[in-house]
């Protein structure tokens, strides 16, 4: 008896622990970006948010209304899909969040300055 509720607590836990150990799958937000680079390491432009943003998942990074943020990457609009940019956190009081990198809507930004033209298609991975 002790033994068979041994079993179930263990193949409980393994259910459980199921999500964590396989990943849990999202949808591309598309399948082409735009960048200046093969590599998409070179920023695109200086935007700066004009909202303040919370990031839905993992993929997006929260933006603050004021803050400077580099543009890498703009992933090119596929259906009803939403226009989101890839880019990371610039300046000094926003230190702790620097050198993240995520999507987040171009709708929701001004561009400052533009260094390249993003004239290289990409794909996603």
């Avoid at 509720?5 to 735009?34: E, Q």
């Avoid at 543009?71 to 956190?89: C, D, H, P, Q, T």
Wanted: aromatic share 14%; hydrophobic share 40%; net charge negative.
């Amino acid at each position: 008896m002790a033994q068979r509720i041994y079993l179930v607590i263990f193949f409980l836990c393994l259910g459980l622990m199921y999500p964590l150990v396989t990943g849990i799958f999202m949808d591309k937000l598309a399948s082409k970006k735009l960048c200046a680079d093969d590599d998409c390491v070179y920023p695109i432009s200086l935007v700066r948010a004009e909202e303040d943003y919370n990031a839905p998942d993992c993929r997006f990074i929260n933006i603050k209304k004021g803050q400077l943020i580099y543009v890498y990457s703009k992933l090119v609009k596929e259906k009803e899909s939403g226009e989101f940019w890839a880019g990371s956190v610039y300046g000094e009081q926003y230190e702790d969040h620097m050198g993240t990198v995520g999507y987040f809507p171009s709708s929701l930004v001004s561009e400052q300055h533009v260094y390249q033209e993003a004239n290289k298609t990409v794909p996603t991975t």
